[in-house]
């Protein structure tokens, strides 16, 4: 059974940052392109960033271009997002996905960017 538990999120100030992070379990993870999506108070999901299996290529949507970067440690079967120069447009829940879609992802984890 796929399992993806993000961890990380909270409430942060303009400018601030944070580092959420996503344990996958249930399959082999380093085989897998994996992604960030979030959700934005009653709007869709939209996603957010990309990284290759092997972690040798990511991709990142122009919202989050620059302030953002997704890593992986396969390893630890793990995901990452570094979030940083954060905006209040960035508060949502953020999601791993196996994805662009978010078809398949956690629980996630919200992220309140407020002063």
């Known amino acids: 059974e796929v399992q993806l538990v993000e961890s990380g999120g909270g409430l942060v100030q303009p400018g601030g940052s944070l580092r959420l992070s996503c344990a996958a379990s249930g399959f082999r993870f380093s085989s897998y392109a994996m992604n960030w999506v979030r959700q934005a108070p009653g709007k869709g999901l939209e996603w957010v960033s990309g990284?290759?299996?092997?972690?040798?290529?990511?991709y990142y949507s122009d919202s989050v271009k620059g302030r953002f970067t997704i890593s992986r440690d396969n390893a630890r079967n793990t995901l990452y997002l570094q979030m940083n120069a954060l905006e209040s447009d960035d508060t949502a829940v953020y999601y791993c996905?196996?994805?662009?879609?978010?078809?398949?992802r956690g629980q996630g984890t919200q992220v309140t960017v407020s002063s």
């Open positions: 990284i290759r299996g092997d972690g040798g290529r990511t």
């Open positions: 996905a196996k994805d662009r879609v978010g078809a398949t």
